[in-house]
C-alpha cells in the first residue's frame, strides 16, 4: 500500500458558501448565482463552474427541473433546483 498524500477539496470556500445559501431551501442554479453574486461578487463563479459544482459534489442533490419563460427575443430554457442532500457533508 502506498502513502499517497491526502487531497486537498478545490473550491472548498465555494461550497460551504452554497451550503448556507442552501440551508433555507432549495433553489435552482440562477438564484444560486444571484445570491452568490450579491454576497461574493468579486470572487463568485460563473454559472458554467457553478452548474459543475453543484453536480459534482456529495453535498448537493438535483430534486427537479423548472421550465423558465424568458421574454420574446430570447425563448424559454430549462434550469435545475437544487437542495442539499442527506449524508453528503463530507468536508
Known amino acids: ?28 442554479t440562477r438564484a444560486i448565482h444571484a445570491r452568490l453574486q450579491e454576497t461574493w461578487p468579486r470572487w463568485c463563479p460563473g454559472m458554467s463552474r457553478l452548474s459543475n459544482i453543484l453536480s459534482r459534489q456529495p453535498e448537493f442533490t438535483h430534486v427537479k427541473r423548472e421550465f423558465v419563460r424568458a421574454d420574446d427575443r430570447s425563448g424559454s430554457y430549462t434550469v435545475i433546483v437544487w437542495a442539499l442532500s442527506d449524508g453528503g457533508d463530507s468536508n
Open 1 to 28: 500500500m502506498t502513502n499517497r498524500p491526502v487531497k486537498k477539496r478545490r473550491n472548498i470556500n465555494t461550497i460551504n458558501k452554497i451550503i448556507e445559501i442552501l440551508e433555507n431551501g432549495e433553489l435552482n
